[in-house]
């Protein structure tokens, strides 16, 4: 090939490489002021203090001295993978239903379901502590599940109202004509062409819960303690790299199980085809 | 058995092995370590006042006024806790007598001593000089619960003249401290650390306990003192808990036997109520004595909270 | 309407008829897309429905199907109701206008999704799959994705989707639409092979006549959401009943006579302008009275052409006026006076193109045999009886 | 006439099948543990204490709200705030969905990871990160003033604009995978058909992309909005208080003052306000001519 | 490859091609879907690319309209080079496989689309985008959305909205695959007469060979990617080079014949079987040697058959093991000792279907006029020989 048309290869994709350029400067915001918490964390000084003059592991030994930290973690984790699993159970059929409805009732009631991520959590929080602990349930993890449950049920009901209704019905028809019940439908062919909707409105609901201070904080106790409470009872009196720890942890988990979910499931449900 | 609360990191720590673990070794009796904050305690308990989750309440003072506000705690009763004896009496009259003090600590001045050579010797001098422009202050916000309205706002009150029921001289300062440019507010407790770090402020309004554990562990030029007339006291306090376990009351009193509340004081570094505690020499040192600090009026204080917070809301805005 | 119905009935063979639509419509909004319709198809046969762009066609196979609630009326596969059946409980199979493939798997798994929702086996769903995919030429593409397909290998593929769970009907809405000649020719076959093997019921909708003509044991021609005429291929094509079939399925010279007189079985009729000949006959038509005029039909291979002159004293003549060449015909174009559309006749090839012995210009006899010509039920045009 | 009337109870049976029924689950849940608690707690907003401290009945609280030209402030600065927040992000974040779907390939998860990162480190520690780069004597500010570009450093901490950079950062990933995953969705041949029927790029996005990802945007629009609503923690840690909204001040009423039937009432309102957006939104971005 | 460029740019006018594709290729990863392929469509003409499914048509279109880059080669369009070009530059019009109608829009805003790019006014808009709206019959649809179109219905759009801003170039990748034939032919005329009046470039996918003959000035014929052959129709018809070419362009009888020698500008072929004839001629072939087998296809309507007793003795003979009724032909199926696959015949239907005077099991005699039979260049595979 000649330069000229190597030349104006190149030309045909400046566009595609100037997006390129923005999607790094992009990362780059991102992940700037991430990258000085991760550095922090491998410092060797007891404070929290930037530039890190020497490294260790120090913090990291800390995590599995000092268990609340990532005791915590865990059950944070756990409460937020079954508070997005319970919110999809509640929200993908809602959402499969108004996606399809034409009719005036459907908006009514997508706000209604949207409507819990307009109100302060925190005001949700106290409204439910008093709720649950008057019905029984108390400070217990039921009771912290059924909150996070109400926060994200709106995340994976939009998501996926949003991905469904760019979805013709003819996949579904022909899955139905050759004999798939209703069922085999939604599994072998709606869901995963809503897949995309579902991984997004659960990726947003496990976030949220995780960082769902104002929510999680009416329901701590010695058994139900979530991670950002105990980091801001942490935080109360210590400001050192620990925090800037869990934080790394946090963030190779999250890379871990992209890694499982993409090994298993395939993330090719976020890009197009070809 | 018992449900407590605490802090986290070293704080929970030190109050399991200083008095969790060895109450339990001597009584048999277990104790849950419950982790939070103030607020969380207090609704919890509110929300279930026939059967509280928490027995025993380690809190702030705002906390524990508003706990007694609520009717959640009882009366300390000095029968059911012998070792009170040993804590002087003004430690024992906060909250009404609804609460006990375990221990304290006291705001003053954190500056960089690479930056300031000559730091102020009252508040009055402080606000001053910072209206001057000698240097960058940080100061806590509104939103900081346990700091402002005491340190801040009837400390320069009080400097300035005024009084509990009249914070207009400290509003019209503050206004000034705004609008010099030579005041940045922090409102998280670590954010003032990591302002005098970057170089954002040189001096302000901070904890001792907080400030020499930022010294020792590496911010070698932070240095910290009480302009006069004194520091301002904010005392962590025990508060037993209505309709709780009545285990609490040996627990609470094995709070201030003299060998605990030693092990206490030297792990967190701050002054302890037991006369009878120990200290360590270098931490005798930097301790404030009981007359060095003041105590705010707290019950008048969370009173007159709502109009300080809505003038101070629409006055300063941060 | 009820007409063709009872006509269409005669002529099946007894028994349950495989479908039945009786006076099933739909309209989308004010859009009648079917007029009430009714036809027997019987068991085990291939029906085509054949009809213009937006003629209801798809919206037949539709509610056929399941997918669409008629507004009225009922469907009947093998004799029970199933009007308001779900689809999946109707076990048809169905190849979709725009074919349809799950996106997101592969050729084969496309292909093994019914037997997969029956609960084959493994094993035998590999089999079956794989031989549904070698019958439609496509075994090396199995692990592709839809995407990575072309037109023609995509159509394939909803075409072996739907073949592999051997329905008990079928509905194929143009299936071979994007197929050259050859392999449509082929897929025709197997289709074929295969419908009259299993003994499927099967609903073809295609816009191929000579499609339609191949494989169908019998056709519907639908206009405008209404059922014109149903009939075996042959019925259907040698006695077009109007005008719109006639033209419909392959060309026809539409000439507009005028009666001369009723003869015993028949009528004789005249072409226009020539009013002095004796005409031709028509048998086995209604009465008309003399004078009046009537719409004849015949197709451009039953005219025959000579040159004027071979051709016998009586034959009407024409000038050729055009002449297209079309892979094994000739079509020639002829005016007459009296016609204001030229007719068109077909000529095989049969020496090397460009050597025809009439040249645009030629004076040529036209000639028919009797028989070929038909009468239509339509009322003449007006522009016809210009 | 029996027969009749099975056939209309089955058409309507299978009309209804078609219905909305599976909402039922996800809206009795929601009734019984988010609408029901929330009007208990919602009427104490109704009840203020007189002089002896006794609660009556009064709508002092939302007088105070709508008279207070202060409250009304911060009313309006709370949604102003929260709309910034959001177009920025919709500007930000559609460029690098579109990337994520049409160019990323086999980087997609690697895409996903690096968004969802930054939203696992505490505020506390992203804020100290945030104080390290735009600091006067930060990195930002060096290297500008190395580069030449500035002379003096600029005032980036304690401000608004700090505040909406870090609005944006946490909020830009959700906008990001909302437009993503419809995006996704969208054959790109019609944009193939666009542009060779003369439609610029730039034409091309605004003619068919764009409306054909519209439900992408308002996923992610509502969601980043709605978060940004009701964050205030970012307003307080970045802003230093420079920018107050309501959910700042109904944390101070929560935390500071333990009035919760203040909070109660601005909770209120903030919903209300939000509800009756969320319902115009939902209106707006519904087409017809959508594939169906 | 290059010899057949060579034939197609010998055999156009002068001046500029309209389109020029030099040496381009194209693989999808591991699939080549276009080999080095290089053609010549002269400016103003209507080129068919002709082939079977998966060939590489669509993928030749979508290079030259600018979606793909090719992986080596040029574009050129009117003698420039526009490889690189963005589509929006090339100023194409296009009708694409699956129609790709904008969801969005109504009918009349996607066939507005164009001209709204091109800023014309409001005005013309309206009028253009009605004017085609009313070749395409769709003149009641335009404020239906494309969801609610029948599938021969939304083609028409795509086809409307390729054709309204009058673009330099067209490319038609099937564009009225779904289309019956009556509305077929009226578009075709349509897309011709535009197209000449505005004397657009155009280049058409087609898989209906009987369209490629009579809409093309030129033909190119593909398979697996690669060029077999190009010309105009008639060449392309009536002189195939290859077997698959012969075959792809209607059906044809492949005979594996015996050299049985040498004439002044020819050879003299025989039948399998036939050992004991004198054979038959066929002119302008290159020498092969004498007793060696070549291919010989003869087009069933090249072949004409009498009942054996009205043919000569010399004709060779066969017998009649098939019949299909197909519209205007008879298409008969003839075995004869020494082939294995039954020889085809066409006879035009002059008379009503069953009138037939050949039943199967008849025995027939079989000629063919000179200069039809052709010589191939393939090698005869095994089984032809057998
Ligand atoms: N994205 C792709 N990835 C892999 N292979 C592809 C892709 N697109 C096309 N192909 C293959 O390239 C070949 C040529 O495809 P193309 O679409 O050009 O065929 P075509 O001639 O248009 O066929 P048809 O008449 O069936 O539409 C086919 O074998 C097809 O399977
Ligand atoms: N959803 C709809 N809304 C309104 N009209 C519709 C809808 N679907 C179909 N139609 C109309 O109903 C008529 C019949 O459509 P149908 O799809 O059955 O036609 P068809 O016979 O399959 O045509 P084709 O051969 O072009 O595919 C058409 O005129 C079409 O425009
Ligand atoms: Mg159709
Ligand atoms: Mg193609």
Redesign the interface.
Known sequence: MTATASWRRLERRLPTLLLLAFVLIFFAFLLAPIVFVVLVSFGDSEIIAFPVTSYSLRWYHRLLEYRPLLDSLWFSLKLAGASAVLAALFGVPAALALARSRSGLADLVSTFLLAPLSIPMILLGIALLYKLSAIGLGISFTSLLIAHTVVSIPYVVRTVVAVYRGIGRNYEEAAAILGASRRQIFTYVTLPLIGSGIFSGMLFAVLISLDNLSLSLFFGSAQTNTLPVVMLSYLQNQFDPAIAAIGTVQMVIALVALLLIERTVGLKFMSSPS | DLTVTAFGGVWEKSLRTCYVEPFQKKTGKTVDVVLGTPAQWVNQVAANPAKPPIDVFLTLIDGAEDAKARGLVEKIDPAKVPNLADVPEPLRQVVGGDAVVLHYGAAGLAYNEAKIKNPPKTWAEFIERTLKGEWQAALPGINVASTTPTAVIWNFNDALGGKVGDISPVIAKMKALRDSGNVIFWNDVNQFLTQMQSGEADIGIYWDGRAWAARDGGFKSLNFYYPAPGGVVSPTVVQKVKNGSPAAWEFIDFLFSPEPQSCWAAAIQYPVASTKAQYKPEQKARMPKLDEVRWPPFAEILAAMPKWVETWNKDIGR | MTQATAKAQSSVTAGEPGLRLRDVCKSFGSVAALQPTSFDVPAGTLCSLLGPSGCGKTTTLRIVAGFELPDAGQVLIRGEDRTYDPPQRRKLGMVFQNYSLFPHMTVAQNVAFGLRMARVNRAETEARTRRMLDIVHLPQHADRYPHQLSGGQQQRVALARSLVTEPSMLLLDEPLGALDKNLREQMQFEIRQLQREIGITTLLVTHDQEEALTMSDMIVVMDRGRILQTGSPAEVYEHPRTRFVSEFLGTSNIIACTVAGAEEGGLRLRLPGDEGSSGFFVADVPVRPVGSTVLVAIRPEHLRIVPAGEAGPSEPRATVSGHVFRGATHVFQLQRPGLDRPLMAYRQITGPVGETALPVGAEVGLSWLPGTARLLEDEPLREDAA | MTAAAA?SG??SR?ALG??????L???I??LL??L???A??GLQSLYVPDAAGKLVFSLDYYARLFTDG?YLGVLGRTIWVSLLATVICIL?GY??A????????RW??LM??????????????????????L????VLNSTLISLGLIERPLRL??DPSAVIIGLV?VL???MV??I???????????E??????????W??FR??TL??SL??I??GA??VF??A??SFLTM??LG???V?T???????????????GF??AM?NV??V???IS??LQ??LI???????
Request: charged content about 15%; proline content about 5%; cysteine-free.
């Open positions: 056939t089955r058409r299978r078609a219905g909305l029924w599976p909402v689950p996800a809206v849940f929601l543990f988010f029901l608690p929330l208990e707690n202060y930000i460029p690098v579109f990337f994520m779907v049409r160019h990323a390939g997609n998860g996903i990871f690096l968004l969802v990162a930054p939203l696992l480190t505490s505020i506390i520690m992203r804020t100290f990160g945030w104080n390290v780069i600091a006067r004597n930060g901490l304690q950062h830009v990933p959700f995978i909302s993503a995953a419809v995006l996704k969705g969208i054959d790109t041949r019609l193939e058909a666009a542009e060779l029927l003369g439609a610029s790029r034409r091309t003619e068919i409306p054909l439900d992408g308002a996923t509502i969601v709605m978060l609503n009701g307080l840690l230093g208080g420079s107050v309501l959910p700042l001040l109904i944390y101070q009423q929560f935390l500071l003052v333990q009035n919760l909070a109660a909770g903030l919903l306000l939000a509800v969320l319902f939902l209106r519904r087409r017809d001519g959508g594939a169906s």
